[in-house]
């Protein structure tokens, strides 16, 4: 990896911020709703909209309200939420442990259950195990993931009682009771990307063990499974690795609606708040941070490349 | 015969014994201090200083935390608070206060009447606090001794008193600032322990509350739980003690659960189908009457809120039984009249229009439904457009950029409060009512303070809104609350907000 390609990388990810920045800056101006009005509600006595849309600072010229955004960004506050009046980081801070652990316990769950599903359903292609891989993947890429997490909660919140239908206990008071409160809704969010990996990983399985070096390996008399899960996997994992970088994105925005159903206390329930409140600095400083987010691990899954395939870094 | 009649005569004796007991069993239990409850709250408050938030989520929990000089019982009365005694000049201009001896703030600090003097000076900071031009009208304040606060005014007002009773105007300790917002500090039954953002807010017991035994429970704790399945469902399998506002079509379930018992609060709400009279053909009276015979009130009552309500004929909530007149026989469901009164302004074969409704409320839109199925019977012609909660206050409350919406208020304790809204070019006044009769009445009765005078002011009022069909009346929905069976003492105030420390726990 080259410094000049490094420094390539970093460019190109300022210039995105920024875009991203300002086309979410000006969007929130064009949707209607007023966040100063959104404080009044509609039963405030009548005068003092102006005045409060004054205090907020929502009535300055537009260039005025993004610069002075933008030096908060600098300070590292990402801005000064207008309903919370403290630093959006700080906010972001707080949440942060309960997204992290719901979407990284879900990509857990997704390829524990697809990887392996995957692989086998290539090795016994048009048996009912392939079959039953297959049908699993269907219906869990058409489930819901809100849907899969209240039929959850009904069967083993209210009918056994075995788990919390929801809240959120931090790992450092007790790891037994923090995982209790994940499962459901870290199953709710994994299966939907454990579908996508099944059928990933099926076609891909599939492709690798048609290549003249499968054939090589086996003829050289290796086990089968040491052909399969060495040779097989470590080259059908490329696109596998792709799809679940790309399905980040579709990770967080999941854990947006889990965590509202599982009542979990989370960077999602703060993006909810954030655009029903109309409060444009949280907005903005969220889009800001979850859009550094995403690139970063799409920059760490193109590492990873180099990494399953060494051929890859070399060029 | 006589076999039957024996049988009657025993079934007789049997019900008869049964009585008492049927009697014992509804009647609470002794009060009983110590255990703690789980409270369900679906929105997370923004903060808990409350002078700074506009929200109930707040009110919900720091009117617990904090006193005010005077406070309101279920009825809506004014009653003591920190203030045990207070005195209004003859000429309206001046208040004072006796303030109760021996209070002290959480941290320690005795209460004093220069925290009510710093109070009274936070709430009114223009920008800052969203009710602060409620307290516009305070001229001076002045502390002549520790208990003794004297507060002058501009003008004459004869809500000014009630405007003391809100949750907003709550006395914090002297010099208390910003950290009010996430540390609140007051004089109330309980006390902040803990707030972990978008999980739970727990209150601990204020052991030295000067409402002796007070409160009940050591510890009340505020779960957030968004979503409204969740929230019943939490309920349900023992996780939470109390949910309130209950979606109506949930009752016979949560009826059914073991453990649970619901129970209804009539509350200080209305509900209407506003209508913009600025634009046409609203304009035309005619029309806005048409509306009303149109309206079958009872079936979108029935139909929306499964009858958790009462009809309300004009601006004026029955809870607010001092003032309040029933008017609702004036505009009767009649589809015929309705046509004939669209015939008469032109419109005999009705018109099309779009009906404006609010998504987060379901009962505004399940009414807006019903509303515009019926319209159609009489040839009105109702698209349905439901806005997301910021898009309807940007076009309907802010801009007027309307013709018909179907909307809630929440009412105030002080009629005038309420009533005000419909006032000329007044900004809350939406519906663009003008009625120079209208203004002067609300003047008249903001500033006498002399009871019957107002009291007859007030109700020309109510029967202008009617009248002037200024909007279609529909009702004052119930509130609807779920909670384990050993929770007594739970009421509700005709105010944003509620205070738990009457609540106790049977069992445990």
């Known amino acids: 990896m080259s410094g000049r390609y490094l420094a390539g990388r970093v460019a190109s990810l300022c210039v995105t911020l920024l875009v991203v920045s300002v086309i979410t800056f000006l969007l929130l101006r064009i949707i209607p709703g007023d966040p100063a009005q959104l404080i009044l509600g509609a039963d405030s006595p009548g005068d003092s909209l102006r005045e409060l849309q004054h205090e907020l600072g929502t009535d300055r010229p537009l260039p005025a309200q993004y610069v002075s955004w933008m030096g908060s960004v600098l300070r590292g506050e990402l801005g000064v939420s207008l309903r919370h009046k403290r630093p959006v980081i700080d906010l972001i801070v707080e949440r942060l442990p309960v997204t992290l652990s719901l979407a990284g316990l879900a990509l857990l769950i997704a390829m524990a259950i697809g990887l392996p599903l995957g692989v086998e359903a290539a090795r016994r292609r048009n048996t009912m195990a392939d079959y039953g891989a297959l049908a699993f993947s269907e219906i869990g890429q058409s489930v819901p993931s809100f849907w899969l997490g209240i039929l959850m909660i009904l069967a083993f919140s209210l009918q056994l009682g075995w788990l919390p239908s929801g809240g959120f206990i931090p790992w450092s008071e007790s790891l037994w009771q923090a995982a209790r409160h994940l499962v459901m809704p870290s199953v709710a969010l994994g299966l939907v990307l454990a579908a996508t990996i099944v059928r990933m990983e099926r076609s891909s399985v599939l492709e690798v063990l048609a290549e003249d070096y499968m054939r090589t390996a086996r003829a050289k008399g290796l086990a089968e499974r040491h052909v399969i899960y060495r040779h097989a996997l470590a080259n059908a994992l490329i696109p596998t690795v792709t799809i679940v970088g790309l399905q980040v994105g579709t990770l967080l925005g999941g854990a947006i609606i889990v965590e509202q159903i599982f009542s979990l206390p989370g960077l999602g329930r703060l993006v909810l708040f954030a655009v029903f409140n109309r409060d444009w600095p949280l907005i903005q400083g969220l889009v800001f941070f979850l859009a550094t987010l995403t690139i970063a691990l799409n920059f760490l899954v193109d590492l990873s490349y180099a990494w399953l395939d060494p051929r890859i870094g070399r060029g | ?508």
């Open chain 2, 1 to 508: 015969m006589k076999t039957r009649a024996r049988i009657w005569l025993i079934a007789m004796v049997a019900v008869a014994m049964l009585l008492p007991v049927i009697a014992w069993a509804q009647s609470a239990p002794a009060p009983k201090a110590g255990g703690s409850l789980r409270f369900a709250t679906p929105a997370d408050p923004d903060g808990l200083d409350p002078h700074r938030s506009p929200a109930d989520s707040t009110f919900n929990i720091t009117m617990n935390i904090f006193d005010t000089l005077v406070a309101t019982n279920s009825k809506g009365e004014i009653v003591p608070g920190l203030a045990t005694k207070w005195y209004i000049s003859t000429d309206g201009l001046v208040y004072s206060f006796t303030l109760r001896p021996g209070v002290t703030f959480h941290n320690g600090k005795a209460f004093t009447s220069a925290d009510v003097k710093y109070s009274l000076q936070r709430m009114s900071e223009k920008g800052k606090s969203p009710h602060a031009a409620d307290y516009a009208i305070l001229d001076s304040v002045t502390a002549p001794d520790p208990l003794t606060i004297r507060l002058a005014l501009k003008r004459p007002s004869a809500r000014f008193l009630s405007d003391l009773a809100y949750g907003w105007a709550a006395m914090v300790p002297e010099g208390a600032g910003d950290e009010l917002r996430q540390k609140p500090v007051g004089t109330g039954p309980f006390r902040f322990v803990e707030w972990v953002p978008d999980s739970h807010i727990k209150l601990a017991k204020n052991a030295k509350y000067f409402v002796a035994g007070r409160p009940y429970l050591d510890e009340l704790t505020y779960r957030v739980v968004p979503d409204e399945t969740a929230r019943l469902t939490a309920l349900k399998a023992g996780e939470l003690d109390v949910a309130d506002r209950v979606p109506p079509q949930n009752v016979a379930d949560l009826k059914k659960t073991a453990g649970l018992k619901v129970e209804t609060f009539s509350r200080n709400t209305l509900s209407e189908v506003a209508i913009n009279e600025e634009t046409k053909p609203f304009t035309d009276l005619r029309v806005r009457r048409a509306l009303f015979h149109a309206t079958d009130r009872k079936a979108v009552l029935e139909g929306a809120v499964f009858g958790y309500g009462r009809l309300i004929g004009s601006f004026m909530p029955p809870i607010i039984s001092e003032f309040y007149v029933d008017l609702n026989g004036r505009y009767p469901y009649d589809p015929a009249k309705a046509k004939a009164l669209l015939a008469e302004a032109g419109f005999p074969n009705g018109f099309e229009t779009t009906l404006y409704l609010p998504q987060p409320y379901a009962e505004y839109v399940k009414s807006g439904e019903i509303v515009a199925s019926q319209w159609k019977k009489v040839g009105v012609n109702a698209k349905l457009v439901t806005l997301e909660w910021g898009a309807w206050l940007d076009r309907v409350y802010k801009k007027h950029d309307y013709g018909v919406t179907v909307i809630g208020h929440v009412g105030r304790l002080d009629p005038v409060t309420l009533l005000e809204r419909f006032k000329s070019k007044y900004n809350a006044n939406y519906f663009g009512y003008a009625n120079p009769v209208y203004d002067k009445l609300v003047e008249e009765a903001d500033t006498s303070h002399d009871k019957k005078a107002r009291k007859e002011a007030v109700v020309k009022m109510e029967r202008l809104l009617s009248e002037d069909a200024v909007c279609v009346w529909l009702f004052s929905i119930d509130g609807i609350v779920a909670m384990r069976q050993d929770v007594f003492g739970y009421s509700e105030l005709p105010i944003p907000g509620n205070r738990l420390m009457d609540v106790y726990r049977a069992g445990k």
